[in-house]
């Protein structure tokens, strides 16, 4: 489907070295943030205390957090679970207090407000059970990012999947870099927004990348640049489509969603508008830069024997 056509290749890789550069400069930034500044782990990650309340009516979200941010409690991450009735605390690990003292001050805030709520579970998460997920959630980003790799070297050839996965390592690195410089908390939600990030970016740059293979096969008297532009051109009305609809969408959790897809609509944002750039603006100038050539597609075919090169019979 396309809205519009452009008539015109649109010479992006003209300016393939100044947005390379300008991909470098903003990569560096958020590596420097996230040795700097460090990720706001939540409690997903750091470990804490869990609380689980139930009211007799529809609970008021931004309420209990207001109260429990008077209590002291500004890190509360507050939401609903099963029913609107059925509301999750979490709480960050202080050295100073334990699991039933942080109750005991939560459950006080909260039937001063409501002196109907009950009190329906309290767990402890260690920090060890955190560390466990963390680490457990970089290794998902390694599986994933390798199988990328993997995948595309197969279906392209090693020069693409390499500018492909630099691209998504791009991508995933900004947006936990800004979630750093920022000291968002991040959390397995985010997480698994930067997951589905990986995935959304590389469908990007597989769809370009098929239109590029096509046109070296077509196009055999252009140049790889002229190649790449028109690639990226005439996929141009299907990207604003495609992205624009996710977009819409995304910004409409992130906007509406509440606090518990807060964040993880944020992720998909960043994530959306960078996996657009790098797909076009990232991966495909790596290519020229690996040398990509029509020949690593194109194989010469030799006569079989017995036949000449015209086909006559020797």
């Known amino acids: 489907m396309e809205f519009f056509r452009i008539k015109q290749d649109i010479p992006f890789m003209r300016y393939g070295k100044i947005t390379t550069a300008i991909s470098m400069l903003t990569f560096l930034f958020a590596i420097w943030a996230l040795a700097y500044k460090h990720l706001n782990l939540g409690v997903d990650f750091t470990g804490g205390t869990v609380i689980e309340v139930a009211y007799q009516q529809d609970a008021n979200i931004e309420k209990i957090r207001s109260t429990l941010a008077q209590t002291g409690f500004t890190e509360a991450s507050v939401q609903t679970f099963g029913t609107t009735k059925d ?39 260690g920090p060890q059970v955190g560390k466990e997920l963390y680490d457990n959630g970089a290794l998902a980003l390694l599986v994933v990012a390798l199988g990328i790799l993997a995948y595309l070297a197969i279906r392209f050839e090693w020069r693409f999947a390499l500018a492909a996965i630099i691209a998504n390592i791009h991508d995933v690195v900004i947006i936990l870099g800004c979630f750093a410089f920022f000291q968002w908390e991040f959390s397995l939600t985010v997480l698994a927004g930067v997951l589905a990030v990986l995935g959304y970016s590389v469908n990007e740059s597989v769809v370009v990348f098929d239109r590029i293979r096509e046109n070296l096969r077509k196009m055999r008297k252009a140049t790889i640049p002229d190649i790449i532009d028109n690639a990226i051109t005439t996929t141009m009305s299907r990207t604003i489509i495609t992205h624009g609809m996710t977009q819409m969408m995304v910004l409409s959790m992130l906007f509406f969603g509440g606090e518990a897809l807060h964040n993880f609509a944020l992720a998909l944002t960043i994530g959306i508008m960078f996996g657009i750039y790098s797909s076009v603006l990232v991966a495909s100038p790596l290519l020229l830069m690996f040398g990509v050539k029509r020949e690593h597609f194109i194989k010469e075919t030799k006569p079989t024997e017995g036949v000449t090169a015209d086909g006559a019979q020797v």
């Open 87 to 125: 509301v999750t605390i979490r709480l960050q690990l202080h050295k100073d207090s334990t699991s039933a003292k942080t109750s005991d001050i939560v459950m006080t805030a909260l039937k001063a407000q409501d002196a109907n709520v009950v009190l329906k579970r309290v767990d402890f998460v």
